[in-house]
């Protein structure tokens, strides 16, 4: 990583600690997003494509749970 990278991710890390305890507003905001998302869709999705999803989720799940105190839950 350069010192571009290192910067940026600093910096994210820390607008993240500054919004500890007022990201909960935002689940609202987020469930809308994912029904809206899933209505918008014109097919039923696939058992595949649900599986992948879930895969997916549980990977993003298992690597927040080894990131930092910025990215961890709250």
């Keep these: 990583m350069g010192g ?3 910067l940026l991710l ?3 890390r820390q607008e ?3 919004q500890r305890g007022f990201l909960f507003e935002w689940v609202p905001v987020c469930l809308a997003f994912g029904i809206g998302a899933y209505f918008a869709v014109r097919f039923e999705p696939s058992v ?3 599986a992948v999803i879930g895969c997916l989720s549980l990977i993003c799940l298992a ?3 080894k990131a930092n105190e ?3 839950p709250v």
Excluded: D, Q, Y
């Design 63 to 65: 690597v927040m749970s």
């Design 10 to 12: 600093a910096r994210l």
């Design 4 to 6: 571009k990278e290192e």
């Design 48 to 50: 595949l494509m649900l």
């Design 70 to 72: 910025a990215f961890g």
């Design 16 to 18: 993240m600690l500054c």
